[in-house]
């Protein structure tokens, strides 16, 4: 047997910091795609020690593992959920969506060490060509939304790369009434969102960033004069941090017709797994 996923990266235009506590998010999968390929043997296992020890970690049986990955690794676009999704596929073979999610889940909690939340698996599981989802955390529902043509999105990389595990992911000290406003309000921009033209969103964008960097505190001054430079460059009509923060890319809503730097991210299909025996 020999089962071999194909993963993508996730892009959240709105939404950060809301799946523990309730919220709403806006992801979509991007181009940016692992491939983990699992090929059943007798006895042992074969591949890179890491991926071969956190296989056998999550349950994996004896194997030929080989992993090709185009995601950045640190960058904010869920590299490790997206290992972690390709993980549970391979072990587990077909299962629902979000039985694959709560796996991945499992798998980035207990052996990576990241206390992470479901949007980024809901995300790369969940995603088509040309929309984003809305995922409301409260009962984990998820609403295809077709991205509007004129929305045009961008990354551009801080150059700073982090692992959650050594951060503050989880900001255990951030206090509970700035929690309820910042998942309040970056719900409140969600909602807008499916109605907004691409000035409007950019607005959105710089309003999330602020929350994030001033609020929940998930940002570093440097990267705030990064992002500042690219939300007053011409063309561009908002921008954020992406991700659990410090450090990784920023997403930046352009115009169309005005050329500016960074990385063409487009909403792009989601997870697939592809068995043969």
Same mark, same amino acid.
């Given at each position: 047997?020999?089962?071999? @996923?194909?993963? %993508?990266?996730? !892009?959240?235009?709105?939404?950060?910091?809301?799946?523990?506590?309730?919220? =709403?998010?806006? %992801?979509?999968?991007?181009?940016?795609?692992?491939?983990?390929?699992?090929?059943?043997?007798?006895?042992?296992?074969?591949?890179?020690?890491?991926?071969?020890? =956190?296989?056998?970690?999550?349950?994996?049986?004896?194997?030929?593992?080989?992993?090709?990955?185009?995601?950045?690794?640190?960058?904010?676009?869920?590299?490790? !959920?997206?290992? &972690?999704? @390709?993980?549970? =596929?391979?072990?587990?073979?077909?299962?629902?969506?979000?039985?694959? &999610?709560?796996? !991945?889940?499992?798998?980035?909690?207990?052996?990576?060490?990241?206390?992470?939340?479901?949007?980024?698996?809901?995300?790369?599981?969940?995603?088509?060509? +040309?929309?984003?989802?809305?995922?409301?955390?409260?009962?984990?529902?998820?609403?295809?939304?077709?991205?509007?043509?004129?929305?045009?999105? +961008?990354?551009?990389?801080?150059?700073?790369?982090?692992?959650?595990?050594?951060?503050?992911?989880?900001?255990?000290?951030?206090?509970?009434?700035?929690?309820? +406003?910042?998942?309040?309000?970056?719900? +409140?921009?969600?909602?807008?969102?499916?109605?907004?033209?691409?000035?409007?969103?950019?607005?959105?964008?710089?309003?999330?960033?602020?929350?994030?960097? &001033?609020?929940?505190?998930?940002?570093? %001054?440097?990267?705030?004069?990064?992002?500042?430079?690219?939300?007053?460059?011409?063309?561009?009509?908002? @921008?954020?941090?992406?991700?659990?923060?410090?450090?990784?890319?920023?997403?930046?809503?352009?115009?169309?017709?005005?050329?500016?730097?960074?990385?063409?991210?487009?909403?792009?299909?989601?997870?697939?797994?592809?068995?043969?025996?």
């Amino acid at each position: 047997m020999r089962r071999i @996923a194909i993963v %993508p990266a996730r !892009a959240n235009i709105l939404g950060e910091y809301t799946d523990h506590r309730g919220g =709403l998010s806006l %992801p979509f999968a991007t181009q940016h795609r692992l491939t983990l390929t699992a090929s059943e043997r007798e006895h042992g296992f074969t591949g890179n020690g890491d991926i071969v020890s =956190l296989w056998k970690a999550a349950g994996g049986w004896p194997a030929d593992l080989e992993l090709e990955s185009k995601i950045p690794i640190g960058a904010g676009m869920s590299s490790s !959920a997206a290992l &972690c999704v @390709a993980l549970a =596929l391979c072990i587990n073979g077909k299962r629902s969506h979000m039985e694959t &999610c709560l796996e !991945a889940q499992r798998i980035e909690h207990e052996f990576l060490g990241t206390p992470c939340g479901l949007l980024d698996p809901i995300a790369i599981t969940h995603s088509s060509e +040309k929309h984003a989802i809305i995922i409301d955390f409260s009962d984990l529902s998820v609403t295809p939304f077709r991205i509007p043509e004129e929305w045009k999105f +961008k990354i551009i990389d801080t150059g700073v790369r982090r692992h959650l595990k050594d951060t503050s992911y989880g900001l255990s000290n951030v206090a509970e009434d700035v929690w309820k +406003k910042h998942v309040a309000e970056e719900s +409140k921009r969600v909602r807008e969102a499916i109605s907004c033209d691409p000035y409007q969103l950019g607005k959105s964008l710089n309003q999330s960033h602020f929350s994030l960097s &001033c609020r929940i505190g998930v940002s570093t %001054p440097e990267i705030d004069q990064l992002v500042e430079k690219v939300q007053t460059t011409k063309g561009v009509l908002g @921008a954020r941090l992406m991700g659990g923060g410090f450090g990784g890319m920023i997403l930046a809503i352009v115009e169309n017709n005005i050329e500016v730097p960074g990385t063409t991210i487009v909403p792009s299909e989601s997870a697939i797994l592809q068995e043969f025996l």
